[in-house]
């Protein structure tokens, strides 16, 4: 499918929009490398996604161009000096940042600049451009970021984890305290950013079915050492098989703590502890996974070998594998915030 570019610019204008993009600052580098990257047939919708601006931005600069050149890149005067958001403009930003947008008649949870710019308009009578909105919102160290997310919390959770650590004070030197946890991996997890040609984006394939398993891990508070086994979900029985691995890998008092997973607190598992006398369970307190240091282990790994994925289920098994097979012990404690 055909779209629209720019007219084709001369050598000269070619010349001086190089120059334009290398040597001018802000807005009109900007709209040059728009002309440069319309004259090279990158689509309109294509580059207003690399510049973060709107189509009709940048066929506003296309037709500006067509008309007038590389001159009709720059900013034209205006009449009168042009409106700046001063100290009180800038205290009544900050105010409205704090509040909820419904608390000033928006139909709306979230200030962005043209609603900012707006309000400014009509509570102060100053007319600026969402830009400079922006531009004001960088000097008062603003980001345009994701909020998190916050889950309720027991109202005993801090004195349920301060048991926790009570519990581990108490045990001995010979005693192996245990944090276990368990993860999903995809074959298609979240893209995260990576380096790429500007004006390009590596095409990542989704594969026919988002296949995943569970990893489960546990981490040896006192020496580092890691454990862990993949099966296809969390389940009671993979629960037990996992018990037997940790089993198997520890000597004398093991006190392991996890959290209240139906996989951990079913009567098949429970029954099965009870037959292993050197094992002592301990749960946290419900919805903390900040308690669980194998949590940070898990945050890693995900970023390590588990973003941009094109390989199968059974690869990706064998990276996580890989992964914490030269994990050292003591990078594992700094990960997980303990070294």
């Not at 603003?142 to 519990?167: F, G, N």
């Amino acid at each position: 499918m055909s779209h629209r570019t720019v007219r084709p610019p001369t050598d000269e204008e070619r010349e001086e929009l190089r120059r334009m993009k290398r040597q001018e600052v802000g807005r009109v580098s900007m709209r040059a490398h728009i002309i440069l990257l319309s004259d090279r047939g990158y689509s309109a919708p294509k580059i207003a996604k690399l510049h973060n601006v709107t189509d009709p931005m940048v066929y506003k600069w296309m037709d500006r161009f067509d008309e007038e050149g590389p001159s009709g890149l720059y900013d034209r005067d205006r009449e009168g000096r042009p409106p700046k958001i001063d100290e009180e403009a800038e205290a009544e930003i900050e105010e409205l940042l704090e509040s909820d947008p419904t608390e000033h008649g928006e139909n709306a949870t979230r200030w962005t600049t043209p609603r900012i710019a707006e309000h400014l308009r009509k509570k102060q009578g100053i007319d600026v451009h969402p830009d400079t909105v922006r531009g004001a919102l960088k000097r008062l160290q603003y980001s345009w970021t994701r909020p998190r997310r916050q889950l309720p919390s027991p109202a005993d959770r801090e004195e349920k984890i301060a048991q926790v650590r009570r519990r581990i004070a108490a045990t001995s030197e010979e005693t192996t305290v245990l944090f276990a946890d368990e993860t999903e991996l995809k074959r298609f997890p979240p893209l995260r950013r990576m380096w790429q040609p500007v004006g390009e984006q590596r095409p990542v394939r989704v594969p026919d079915a988002n296949d995943d398993f569970a990893l489960y891990g546990a981490l040896d508070v006192g020496s580092g050492r890691t454990f862990t086994q993949a099966f296809e979900k969390e389940r009671s029985d993979y629960t037990i098989q996992f018990l037997e691995l940790l089993k198997a890998r520890t000597t004398g008092k093991v006190l392991l703590i996890w959290d209240r997973a139906t996989w951990h607190t079913s009567g098949q598992v429970e029954a099965f502890l009870e037959k292993i006398d050197r094992f002592e369970t301990h749960l946290l307190p419900p919805r903390s996974p900040q308690a669980n240091p194998v949590e940070d282990l898990w945050r890693e790994l995900k970023k390590q070998v588990a973003a941009c994925l094109e390989r199968s289920l059974g690869a990706l098994v064998a990276s996580c594998r890989r992964y914490f097979d030269r994990l050292t012990r003591e990078q594992a404690l700094a990960t997980a915030g303990l070294g």
